[in-house]
């Protein structure tokens, strides 16, 4: 495999006791965006923690497990020992074609007539009726090497079906990380909701000691307590919304998880060396379709050339080789025998063309799935540009936000300003922080995806 390596002149990015390297430019024709991807990560370290466990069950699964259990569990995943059986079988029948060919066979007959001898004095009577007891043997000398083609097709059909699993497999794998980051999204929006309704609670316990002593309006009061209710509604949706989700991920990953059980945040590593091709599982059923055309035009090429077989029977019956002879008699006839079909020689050339037709077909599908694939890296790549320079601003937005509601709770405290005036900053300052983690996921999930369409594991 071709690869691309990175400067390893590397500037440092401290992180909680670790050093992440990150390579500041990119050598060997790698071009601005692998750059960009190289740096997203390395600027991505200085904000996310490697991972996120569980703090109240304890319990928690990874994105590697999932994909473990999706290539251990997943029902498609039967389909590799079936069709290696099937394989197995056929190579059988297949190599039966080099062992000699044995036939056993019986028959009885009268016929209304037979031969006579005119002009013969002592001419013998021939029996109407004759009896045949016989064993047929065929040993293949020469087959044009159609067996040997024929047990190497089967093996390369058992390549075909493989790659054909893994590629749905590879398709689910997507599909799991989507499920899987939902979780962690919806997980985000519940963290940020309970702390908005601690912060409201408290609030409002504070504002009802104020309204009490008559200091405040009981109006800020309503306020708070209808803002509550409604950031509990909230929770109450991304509750159900984690249930729904994680049902999903149970059905994918062939275990039964609970929202109590925490996911992980996936620890993307900085890449050092980023591959320049792409290595699907599609690539590999592409390539394996085209080998199997490949050894149908070696088996076609076998029909124009002769077979030569040896062969013998034995027999007991009556008439034997000499049909003068009227008692029963044991025969028997060895030779060689040579077959060459002339529509056989004259449909191959056809047959070839149709199979040189059909991977011409092949090649144009693969140049279509690089293109597609291409495409999809070069909007990834874009994706991991915004998301870095978004980060940057969410930061300070949220920094700006909570000055602000510090500033504003001060005043509600002193009766200068309403509730209402308060809780909007705060929802403000709340939508700030979800923006910010939000998109800290987002951008390991965009990395993890840019890995999972190039083919490479992200672990």
């Given at each position: 495999m071709t690869i691309l390596k990175l400067n390893t002149m590397a500037k440092p990015v401290r992180f909680q006791g670790n050093f992440i390297e990150y390579a500041p430019r990119v050598l060997n024709l790698t071009g601005l965006r692998y750059f960009i991807l190289t740096t997203t990560i390395g600027f991505f370290f200085a904000f996310v923690p490697q991972y996120i466990l569980a703090q109240d069950s304890g319990k928690f699964i990874s994105l590697e497990y999932c994909?473990?259990?999706?290539?251990?569990?997943?029902?498609?995943?039967?389909?590799?020992e079936i069709q290696k059986k099937i394989t197995e079988l056929?190579?059988?029948?297949?190599?039966?074609?080099?062992?000699?060919?044995?036939?056993?066979?019986?028959?009885?007959s009268y016929q209304s007539d037979v031969t006579e001898v005119p002009f013969a004095a002592n001419a013998p009577e021939l029996s109407k009726d004759h009896y045949n007891v016989s064993v047929d043997v065929t040993q293949p000398i020469y087959d044009g090497g159609r067996t040997g083609a024929m047990r190497k097709l089967e093996m390369e059909q058992r390549a075909v079906e493989d790659a054909g699993v893994k590629?749905?497999?590879?398709?689910?794998?997507?599909?799991?990380?989507?499920?899987?980051?939902?979780?962690?999204?919806?997980?985000?929006q519940s963290q940020t909701v309970n702390v908005l309704i601690k912060d409201l609670e408290k609030q409002l316990e504070s504002v009802q000691a104020k309204i009490d002593n008559g200091v405040l309006l009981p109006g800020n009061g309503l306020v708070l307590e209808a803002e509550l209710l409604k950031v509990q509604q909230q929770s109450i949706q991304v509750r159900y919304d984690l249930e729904a989700a994680y049902e999903v991920l149970s059905e994918l990953i062939g275990e039964e998880i609970t929202p109590d059980t925490e996911l992980e945040i996936p620890s993307v590593q900085a890449m050092g060396f980023i591959p320049r091709e792409i290595s699907r599982p599609e690539l590999e059923l592409f390539s394996v379709q085209t080998n199997t055309l490949n050894l149908q035009q070696e088996l076609t090429a076998s029909d124009k050339l002769p077979k030569v077989s040896a062969f013998a029977k034995t027999a007991y019956g009556r008439p034997g080789l000499n049909v003068f002879e009227n008692d029963l008699q044991t025969f028997w006839i060895v030779g060689l025998k040579a077959q060459w079909s002339l529509k056989s020689l004259l449909n191959s050339g056809k047959k070839e063309e149709v199979l040189e037709l059909q991977?011409?077909?092949?090649?144009?599908?693969?140049?279509?799935?690089?293109?597609?694939?291409?495409?999809?890296?070069?909007?990834?790549?874009?994706k991991l540009e915004q998301l870095r320079e978004q980060i940057e601003l969410d930061e300070k937005v949220l920094k700006l936000r909570e000055q602000v509601v510090k500033e504003k709770k001060?005043?509600?405290?002193?009766?200068?300003?309403?509730?209402?005036?308060?809780?909007?900053?705060?929802?403000?300052?709340?939508q700030a922080r979800l923006n910010l983690e939000i998109r800290q996921v987002q951008l390991i999930q965009s990395i993890i995806e840019y890995s999972t369409k190039k083919g490479i594991s992200w672990n």
């Open positions: 994909y473990e259990q999706i290539e251990a569990s997943y029902p498609i995943t039967q389909k590799f056929n190579d059988r029948i297949a190599r039966s074609g080099l062992f000699p060919e044995v036939q056993l066979s019986a028959s009885a590629t749905e497999l590879w398709n689910v794998r997507g599909q799991t990380e989507q499920v899987y980051f939902g979780i962690l999204f919806l997980q985000k991977k011409r077909k092949i090649q144009a599908d693969e140049e279509t799935f690089r293109l597609g694939v291409k495409n999809e890296l070069s909007k990834s790549e874009k001060n005043l509600l405290e002193q009766g200068v300003i309403t509730s209402t005036e308060y809780i909007t900053e705060l929802n403000a300052e709340s």
